[in-house]
């Protein structure tokens, strides 16, 4: 499966974005998937993650209650809202597949796309 994101920007604090990441090759149906955010100078960390069907999501607890993600099956397409935005929230953001449960591992993820940038900045 080839995953592609999009929707990244500039915001400033309290704004929101919305993130999609469009999949080809595959039905994303049969693939968990996850959104991870890199920060400069900073490892990679998860953000949050959704079952196949949809009907479990976990988050990462700084963007709890923040973000939300979803999925799209008729546009096969994963999105991540993003409500009342941080300046700690700027970061590289990607979008991951994998065909078993992998949870926050991001060794677990197979399959990425390039990555959208966010930055949160007044």
């Known amino acids: 499966v080839q995953l592609q994101a999009s929707g990244g920007g500039l915001a400033q604090p309290g704004d929101s974005l919305r993130l999609s990441c469009i999949a080809s090759g595959r039905t994303l149906s049969s693939y968990y998937m996850a959104w991870f955010r890199q920060a400069p100078g900073k490892e990679r960390e998860f953000v949050a993650f959704?079952?196949?069907?949809?009907?479990?999501?976990r988050y990462e607890d700084s963007v709890t209650g923040r973000f939300t993600i979803s999925r799209d099956s008729a546009k096969n397409t994963v999105y991540l809202e993003m409500n009342r935005l941080k300046p700690e929230d700027t970061g590289v953001y990607s979008c991951?597949?994998?065909?078993?449960?992998?949870?926050?591992?991001?060794?677990?993820?197979?399959?990425w796309g390039q990555g959208t940038q966010v930055t949160v900045s007044s």
């Open positions: 991951a597949a994998s065909t078993a449960y992998s949870g926050s591992r991001v060794r677990g993820y197979a399959f």
């Open positions: 959704i079952t196949g069907n949809g009907d479990i999501t």
